[in-house]
């Protein structure tokens, strides 16, 4: 009965332990959303449209890849609640001017799930 507990308290420390090393994760690339919105900003006057390009490339990107792990269609079906990339960067606009000094990473995690909330 002694070992029958210890593997059943082993396997919850385990799961503990797993489920923390996923919560540290790196994000590389990303920009705070006080620079999104200065770069957006510069865009809009023609200046630096390499970073525009750049971070807004990376935004894409990244919503892309959450839909492809999570299987959950993002960007939806065209002519069916399909999203364009303009929308996107339109709400990241309004998100981003509202918690400046968040990452952007954060802002493009609440987009999603606001998007795929329900979908299986």
Same mark, same amino acid.
């Given at each position: ?12 420390? /385990?799961? #503990?332990?797993? *489920? ?17 919105? *200065?770069?957006? @900003? @510069? *865009? ?18 990244? /919503?892309?890849?959450?839909? /492809? ?8 079906? *065209?002519?069916?609640?399909? /999203? ?5 960067? #339109?709400?990241? @606009? ?6 400046? #000094? ?8 609440? #987009? ?9």
């Amino acid at each position: 009965m002694k070992t029958m507990h210890r593997a059943v308290l082993t396997a919850i420390v /385990l799961t #503990l332990f797993s *489920e923390m090393a996923f919560a540290v994760v790196t994000i590389r690339g990303t920009r705070s959303c006080g620079q999104w919105i *200065e770069i957006r @900003d @510069d *865009e809009k006057k023609g200046v630096k449209p390499i970073t525009s390009i750049s971070v807004q490339s990376w935004l894409i990107g990244f /919503l892309s890849g959450q839909a /492809l792990e999570s299987d959950k269609d993002f960007w939806g079906k *065209e002519g069916a609640n399909s /999203l364009d990339n303009a929308s996107v960067f #339109l709400w990241m @606009d309004n998100y981003c001017r509202a918690n400046p #000094l968040k990452p952007l990473n954060q802002g493009a995690d609440q #987009l999603f799930e606001e998007r795929t909330k329900g979908m299986k």
